[in-house]
């Protein structure tokens, strides 16, 4: 069991999944504030809710995964891993780790943005992982979402 858990504004920066439910509602508030509306007219309202419904579903999704994440770093065993795979386009990547728990051994996959943190990751580099308890399947590379201290931020 894990006493740290990564920042909300760390999984969203580190998380592909979650990174994309953050920018989601940046872009519905630019285009609002930056599309006029007909010539002489004030802008349509309708973007405006548009814009704050996708910010309140996106807030939930990103607080789900946070949530989602933070379970696992508080309730999941520290156990070395290895990269097996590490591959990263434009901006995103995927890298696959493996690392036995309870005797056997699991694979698991991230879908990670790619940033400083993330591209020194690299095939053959043993790194420690956080595996939830009760669905071994399910697991976080720890350096990429904390300090190497052990604090989130």
């Known amino acids: 069991m894990n006493s740290a858990h990564p920042s909300l504004w760390r999984v969203a920066q580190t998380d ?23 010539a002489g007219q004030a802008r349509d ?4 809710y ?24 508080q309730d999941g065993k ?29 694979e698991s996959t991230s879908t990670i943005l790619k940033n400083k943190r993330t591209s020194r990751l690299h095939a053959g580099q043993k790194v420690m992982v956080i595996v939830s308890s009760q669905n071994p399947k399910r697991a976080f590379l720890q ?8 604090h989130f931020l």
């Open 16 to 38: 592909y999944f979650a990174s994309i439910v953050t920018t989601i509602p940046l872009v519905a508030w630019v285009m609002y504030l930056l599309l006029p509306g007909p």
């Open 45 to 48: 309202p309708w973007l405006a």
């Open 143 to 150: 350096e990429i979402y904390l300090q190497p201290d052990g």
């Open 78 to 106: 520290q156990i070395e891993g290895t990269i097996t795979q590490a591959d990263f386009r434009r901006e995103r990547g995927r890298v696959t780790c493996t690392y036995i728990f309870q005797g056997q051994k699991y």
């Open 50 to 73: 548009a814009a704050f419904g996708l910010t309140l579903i996106c807030g939930l999704i990103l607080l789900w995964r946070w949530l989602f994440i933070a379970s696992v770093f």
